[in-house]
């Protein structure tokens, strides 16, 4: 950049493990031009991260997030909702935590549920195998069809009841968002946005800290002009 072989405003994104990023090491690459950091977080509760077996970070999360956004640097999250063994304090705190650093900055893609890629320890766990669904897909063009892990339930019944009405209400609410808005791209984090107001209709007091998710926040990280929508 300094000789005028990279443009100025060129920008970088990287991922890294959460435990494993220290403040030096965020100085260096914000001087560099990164602008984005993808960290696995998959989730907040430390019951939930013992049974992904990532315990460990537990202790780094917060600090790490603090330090990448003092630094000038966007972190973006993946998490997991609901885990096979999941409480509902589990999901409610870990929701609660998103919800905090959204308002900080962070972009967050939330997943409902476990997806159960082929070899992974989880997809392989025996005393998972009943919880893991399963669709019948055909291969386009072809004659050839293959069952595909969707998703791995959790055990117990109310969060199962938790995941479908919530799976329903963020497929009807992106319908009414696309029907009376226009909306027909859903990147991550406003699908997020989507998720957590599904969340509050459905499950009016397990987040009271995300009060300022409303349906007009979500119309304006769209970035839709509701004026002309209206």
Same mark, same amino acid.
């Given at each position: ?6 443009? &100025? /405003? ?8 959460? /435990? ?16 984005? =950091? ?22 780094? =999360? ?8 003092d630094a000038g640097i966007k &972190?973006?999250? /993946? $998490? ?23 308002g900080k900055g962070c972009e =967050? ?16 766990? &025996? ?9 019948? $897909? ?77 349906? /007009?926040?979500? =119309? ?11």
């Amino acid at each position: 950049k300094a000789d005028g072989r990279l443009p &100025p /405003d060129l920008s970088f994104i990287a991922s890294c493990r959460v /435990d494993l990023m220290d403040t030096p090491c965020l100085e260096h690459m914000k001087k560099a031009g990164f602008r984005l =950091i993808g960290y696995g977080v998959e989730s907040f509760s430390r019951n939930t991260l013992r049974e992904y077996g990532k315990e460990e970070i537990y202790d780094k =999360i917060d600090t790490t997030l603090k330090n990448t956004i003092d630094a000038g640097i966007k &972190p973006f999250l /993946d $998490i997991i909702l609901v885990s096979p063994e999941s409480t509902f304090e589990d999901v409610s705190y870990t929701l609660g935590k998103c919800v905090e650093y959204m308002g900080k900055g962070c972009e =967050i893609s939330i997943y409902p549920t476990v997806v159960p890629f082929a070899g992974s320890g989880m997809c392989e766990d &025996p005393n998972l195998q009943s919880l893991i669904r399963y669709e019948f $897909i055909t291969i386009p063009r072809t004659q050839v069809g293959v069952w595909r892990g969707v998703s791995i339930e959790p055990r117990r019944g109310e969060l199962k009841d938790f995941v479908v009405n919530v799976n329903w209400a963020v497929k009807k609410n992106i319908s009414k968002l696309t029907a009376e808005y226009g909306i027909t791209r859903f990147p991550s984090r406003l699908r997020s946005l989507v998720l957590i107001w599904s969340v509050q209709e459905l499950y009016p007091n397990m987040l009271s800290c995300a009060k300022d998710v409303t349906f /007009d926040s979500i =119309i304006k990280a769209a970035g839709v002009n509701v004026s002309k929508t209206l």
